[in-house]
C-alpha cells in the first residue's frame, strides 16, 4: 500500500497548495462516519464544502464568492467535474478503521445526492476550486471520454 501521496488544492485563482491527508483532516471542522451519508460504506470522512470554507478563511485572501464546480482528478487520471449545488453532501473517505484507505488511497470521493454507487472517485491527487459559469449544470464522471451519471447507470 502507497502511503506518501500529497494532495494538490487550487482555489479559485489557481493557487496551489499541497496537503498530506493527515494535513487535510487537521483543516477539515466537519468530520463524521461515512455512513451517515453513505449507508453502504464504512469509514471515516470528511465533508467537502466545510473544508473549502475552512481552508478558503484561513487564507490570505479570503474569497466572498463560492465556487462553481469541483473538479478532483485521481492517479489513474480519472476525473469528476461537479457543479456546486450538486456537492451539498459530498465527503471524502480518507481512513477505514482508523488507518489509510486500503483502496482509493489518499482519499476518496463520495456524493451522495449524484446517486449511483458509480458516483465516487478513488485515489484523488488533485482537487480544483472552480469559478466558471460556463462549465454548465451537469456532472461527469470519467477518462477521456466524458459520461454524465445518467449515462453511467446505464453503462454499468
Ligand atoms: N480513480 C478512479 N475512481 C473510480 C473509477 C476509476 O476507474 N478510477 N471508476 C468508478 C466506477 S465506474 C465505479 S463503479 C467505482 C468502482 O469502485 P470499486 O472499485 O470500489 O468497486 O469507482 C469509481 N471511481
Ligand atoms: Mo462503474
Same mark, same amino acid.
Given at each position: 500500500?502507497?502511503? &506518501?501521496?500529497?494532495?494538490? !488544492?487550487? +482555489? ?9 491527508? +493527515? ?6 471542522? *466537519? ?9 453502504? !460504506? ?5 465533508? *467537502? ?6 481552508? &478558503? &478563511? ?11 464546480? !469541483?473538479?478532483?482528478?485521481? !492517479?489513474?487520471?480519472?476525473? =469528476? ?13 480518507? =481512513? ?22 458509480? *458516483? ?9 476550486? *472552480? ?26
Amino acid at each position: 500500500m502507497q502511503t &506518501n501521496s500529497h494532495i494538490e !488544492v487550487s +482555489d479559485l485563482h489557481k493557487h496551489k497548495e499541497t496537503f498530506t491527508v +493527515d494535513e487535510m483532516v487537521t483543516l477539515s471542522d *466537519l468530520r463524521l462516519n461515512i455512513q451517515d451519508r453513505v449507508p453502504a !460504506v464504512e469509514g471515516e470522512a470528511f465533508d *467537502l464544502k466545510s473544508w473549502y470554507r475552512n481552508w &478558503n &478563511n484561513k487564507g490570505k485572501h479570503p474569497e466572498t464568492e463560492e465556487p462553481t464546480h !469541483v473538479r478532483v482528478e485521481a !492517479v489513474d487520471e480519472f476525473q =469528476a467535474l461537479i457543479p456546486w449545488g450538486q456537492a451539498d453532501q459530498a465527503l471524502f473517505l480518507y =481512513a477505514q478503521k482508523g488507518q489509510p484507505l486500503k483502496k482509493g488511497y489518499p482519499i476518496r470521493l463520495y456524493v451522495p445526492d449524484g446517486s449511483s454507487e458509480c *458516483l465516487n472517485v478513488k485515489s484523488i491527487v488533485k482537487v480544483w476550486f *472552480l469559478n466558471d459559469p460556463s462549465l454548465g449544470e451537469e456532472a461527469t464522471y470519467g477518462f477521456k471520454n466524458k459520461v454524465t451519471p445518467g449515462e453511467l447507470k446505464f453503462k454499468k
